[in-house]
């Protein structure tokens, strides 16, 4: 068999899986790659992200990640939504949670697929090889650039011209060597779209992204108290961000993705319920889902700043209930809340009442910031 016939089998045995996009690339990535990293982490643009500095020369170079690689083969499914992506961010009562986490968690299915096809190259061409989802020090956008799967768009997200900006990736090193796909080229032109979304601002320059200003980091990976400058603008987005994804005019070629498994689960998103959530409801309600990664705390963090933006005074008692968390991230944002919905008599009671007894000085702060707020 020749190594175009390997090809044309490998990529029929992914499309037979529920792949959505196949390509081949060349184990190397291009220096702009490996700049742009470096340049992300100078920059400190990767906040309390730590992992990627660690690992920063195994993920700008897939041979010092695995020597044996001669080969990748890049893989995507779509995960595109059935109607608006946005449209949970118009009812302040409901929290809004980007659509890779509606579902199930997609490195299960993304995962099992990749071995599924890891056992059929394997049968047909013994040999080494490895797998890897994006837990893995792997640029996988670049390498999916590489093997003609889409480009970096200036959100720094993949964009695909037939399914836009949903595509979730996977890759196998291969030990053989095979001719790679032809690259893609950049399609973005002169459009800016993802940049003016941005609630925070959080692209210094096309194709740089400072995560620190990112509501995806904010709520998600980032560990301490989210910064009062950027509150506001989180609205009631609770876990991530799709606004920069969504209004990409190359989703128009997108079809809503055909896995079940990535449809909006049942859950309630209500904003009084989710503050209510101990550690064991958190669990329960978001086993198998994304969203479980972030924790309880800062998940409630997250909803607490989403109350502080509804407008809604009704929801300033749930708020408060949370004064005695005891999680300091909780506290901490469940005073924010209630000093934007109580009126300043109202907070001046509840800041007499909790005060004397609070004894950590993050808290401390908002406390103190508040009060300037509501003198």
Wanted: net charge neutral.
């Amino acid at each position: 068999m020749t190594a175009a016939d390997a090809k044309a089998a490998i990529r029929a045995a992914a499309l037979d899986l529920g792949f959505d996009a196949v390509g081949f690339a060349p184990p190397d990535l291009v220096a702009s790659a490996r700049h742009n990293l470096h340049d992300f982490i100078a920059q400190g643009y990767h906040g309390d992200m730590g992992w990627l500095a660690v690992r920063a020369e195994q993920r700008s170079d897939p041979k010092t990640l695995w020597p044996e690689v001669k080969s990748v083969v890049v893989l995507g499914v779509n995960y595109a939504p059935e109607g608006d992506a946005l449209e949970g961010l118009h009812d302040a009562t409901r929290g809004n949670i980007s659509v890779y986490a509606r579902g199930r968690d997609y490195h299960d299915l993304v995962k099992s697929r990749l071995k599924a096809l890891a056992r059929k190259i394997t049968e047909q061409w013994p040999g080494e090889l490895k797998v890897f989802v994006d837990t893995a020090p792997v640029m996988e956008k670049p390498l999916a650039m590489a093997g003609g799967i889409g480009w970096q768009g200036k959100h720094t997200n993949l964009v695909s011209r037939d399914f836009g900006s949903w595509l979730f990736l996977g890759e196998i090193y291969l030990s053989i060597e095979l001719p790679p796909d032809a690259p893609e080229s950049d399609h973005c032109g002169a459009c800016h779209a993802c940049l003016d979304a941005c609630p925070t601002n959080a692209f210094p320059a096309p194709y740089r992204i400072d995560a620190r200003r990112c509501i995806s980091y904010l709520t998600i990976e980032h560990k301490g108290h989210i910064p009062a400058e950027v509150r506001t603008a989180i609205g009631n987005r609770i876990y991530g961000c799709d606004d920069c994804l969504a209004v990409c005019p190359w989703n128009k070629f997108a079809k809503a993705a055909r896995e079940q498994c990535f449809a909006a689960r049942a859950e309630t998103t209500n904003l009084a319920t989710l503050a209510r959530v101990d550690d064991a409801a958190f669990r329960a309600r978001f086993a198998g889902s994304p969203v479980k990664r972030t924790g309880r705390d800062r998940f409630v963090r997250n909803v607490l700043i989403a109350i502080g933006n509804s407008g809604e005074r009704g929801l300033a008692a749930i708020a408060a209930e949370r004064l005695t968390d005891a999680s300091p991230l909780v506290r901490a944002m469940a005073v924010w809340a209630s000093s934007r919905l109580l009126d300043e008599a109202s907070f001046a009671r509840l800041r007499d009442a909790y005060v004397a007894s609070e004894s950590d000085p993050d808290v401390l702060t908002e406390w103190t910031s508040a009060a300037r707020e509501h003198p």
